[in-house]
T-cell receptor, first 113, second 112 residues
């Protein structure tokens, strides 16, 4: 089935550094979602984007809905140890309406104190 | 209290056994989903339901079945468990308005 291309697959950074990750698709999305998953837990919704060009923040997290509607970016500023986890992008392809989500492969974030 | 709950949280079983995983939600959402996650991988859709009378297969439904007993309850069954069904299983709900889904804490299933 369709997948989103998420990069990088993993990141190893120092505490306090900024983080950037992105997600691309070959088809148009009308919603972009960013989730975080802690080990052994379910994904938690961080940010939802609904309009091309939209820039939305949630604390130290900022996400953008690409103008082409085929990509999205997530930035984390001034990382702290609790940011460790796996970040997933997801969205319902326009062709499917809001019925089902497709997910990226995830970005695993590791922070050295 | 959690909006989406899953039971059990952990289960170890043997090949050939029938297993049921349960999901309940208090969010009032009509749409419910079951996903599977293998180590280091993303989420794969097993089954989904848009209301009590609606059941749809996802990408990897073979070897699984579901039951939507009520708006708030959606259970996943493995009729005859096999070792390659060892994985994390997540239930999710959605109001359907914009595609956002909200996940339960997961069930870790091990099939020996």
């Amino acid at each position: 089935g369709q997948q989103l291309n998420q990069s990088p697959q993993s990141m190893f950074i120092q505490e306090g550094e900024d983080v950037s990750m992105n997600c691309t698709s070959s088809s148009i999305f009308n919603t972009w979602l960013w989730y975080k998953q802690d080990p052994g837990e379910g994904p938690v919704l961080l940010i939802a984007l609904y309009k091309a060009g939209e820039l939305t923040s949630n604390g130290r997290l900022t996400a953008q809905f690409g103008i082409t509607r085929k990509d999205s970016f997530l930035n984390i500023s001034a990382s702290i140890p609790s940011d460790v986890g796996i970040y997933f992008c997801a969205g319902p392809p326009l062709i499917q309406g809001a019925q089902k989500l497709v997910f990226g492969q995830g970005t695993r974030l590791t922070i050295n104190p | 209290d959690a909006d989406v709950t899953q039971t059990p949280r952990n289960r170890i079983t043997k090949t050939g056994k029938r297993i049921m995983l349960e999901c309940s939600q208090t969010k009032g959402h009509d749409r419910m989903y079951w996903y599977r996650q293998d180590p280091g991988l993303g989420l794969q859709l097993i089954y989904y339901s848009f209301d009590v009378k609606d059941i749809n297969k996802g990408e990897i439904s073979d070897g699984y079945s579901v039951s939507r007993q009520a708006q708030a309850k959606f259970s996943l069954s493995l009729e005859s468990a096999i070792p390659n069904q060892t994985a994390l299983y997540f239930c999710a709900t959605s109001s359907g308005a914009r595609g956002e889904q909200f996940f339960g804490p997961g069930t870790r299933l091990t099939v020996l």
